[in-house]
């Protein structure tokens, strides 16, 4: 009799991820907060992150959403690399998103935003380089 391995989660209950830093798609299991890249083997967050007050870090880096609410204040030294972004509080940072950038219309962002779509509110900040659609090679690489 053959063993069956349910350690495998079924097919409804998986998701795709594309990895931050290769770009190579892969399967992981729909509850996962974080995984190890099979291809680049560089550790990734999954799960999205809520910044609700005054925060000063380095990087965010999630294939999440990245949601900065009205009392949110986010500065970032080097990046915000994510999987989306909301933004209804302040920004300071580059960002590179994944997905689309929603820009609340009492929002501001001062920095470069490098994503395939943006939507920004009436009264909105925007400060910095926007490239918006296919995303760039150095955020792109070519496939090996």
Known sequence: MASSNTSVPPPDDRLTVTCLYCD????????AMSMTCKYCSKSLKLEDIPLNKYEARRTIETVGTVTVDKKGNVVV???INCGGLIVRGKVKGNVK??????????AEIKGDVIAPAIAVGAGAILEGKYEIGKLPEEFN????
């Open 97 to 106: 998103s994944r997905g689309p950038v929603f820009v609340g219309p009492e």
């Open 77 to 79: 030294t080097d990046k």
């Open 141 to 144: 690489p070519p496939h090996a």
């Open 24 to 31: 190579k798609p892969q399967e992981v299991g729909r509850k």
